[in-house]
């Protein structure tokens, strides 16, 4: 619906499967949970319309606080508020704690690009999007804005920080590497990904090399961490 109301439910899909997979693995793994209401609205937006079809960032604050609270209680490690709101990061922290899910984490989505390279995943969802995310996701021409952002996330108390996406956006990795005193992850998002598998299977690229080189980069570019659809598949390798 239009407020994502599905979400925040207890019994919704998303906290019934965080529920089933915390009793599966229990601590042996980090269980993250994307906290977001994209995928929960019918418009396609990360958070509730005002009147003139604007996201309202206040309104959905509220809505992501509840959404955070009850991701923790079905068992989530870590959360990670994906819809580039101001003040998000404290504004889940800060519900979190009042709820005493303390030791719960957050990752926070420091700087997420209105890129094109969201294409692929957007198409696999069927995403309802209408419309852009350009007034809340930042523009690919500043760097500035995503530094300003690091410095508020990290008051805010997050525990780590994200780039997205990753290869286009090396120089924001390397700028927010030097800066940060957390953990540091890089997202190497669907376009990313789609783009070698389809160059790979016209045979113009070694699959294998083109994989390690982008990864390789994404690291020595100054991530902790990388989040890909390839971390299965280049977990085996490295193993």
């Known amino acids: 619906n239009a407020t994502g109301t599905a979400g925040v439910d207890p019994d919704g899909v998303l906290n ?3 529920r089933d997979v915390r009793a599966e693995v229990g601590d042996s793994t980090v269980l993250m949970a994307d906290t977001c209401l994209d995928e929960f609205t019918d418009h396609g937006h990360c958070g509730v319309l005002d009147a003139e079809g604007g996201v309202d960032n206040d309104a959905t ?7 955070a609270v009850a991701q923790a209680a079905a068992g989530a490690h870590l959360l990670g508020p994906s819809g580039m ?10 519900a979190l704690d009042a709820a005493g899910h303390t030791d719960t984490g957050i990752l926070a989505y420091t700087a997420k690009y209105a890129s094109a390279f969201y294409g692929p995943f957007r198409e ?5 999007l209408k419309g852009d995310r350009k007034a809340y996701q930042q523009d690919p021409a500043n760097v500035r804005e ?9 008051e805010e108390g997050a525990d780590l920080v994200m780039v997205k996406p990753a290869m286009s956006y090396l120089d924001v990795l390397r700028a927010v590497a030097e800066t940060a005193d ?17 160059a790979a299977a016209n045979g113009w690229l070694d699959r294998e090399r083109t994989i390690a080189e982008t990864l390789t980069s994404i690291r020595r570019a100054g991530a902790d961490i990388v989040l890909t659809y390839w971390a299965t598949e280049m977990s085996r390798r490295l193993d």
């Open 124 to 128: 696999a969802v069927d995403s309802q």
């Open 146 to 154: 995503s530094l300003r952002e690091l410095a508020l996330d990290l």
């Open 85 to 94: 709101m101001d003040g998000q990061v404290g504004f889940i922290r800060e």
């Open 16 to 18: 019934a499967a965080l």
């Open 182 to 198: 957390v953990p540091v992850a890089a997202y190497q998002v669907s376009g990313e990904y789609s783009m070698i598998e389809a």
């Open 61 to 67: 604050l509220a809505v992501y606080a509840e959404m």
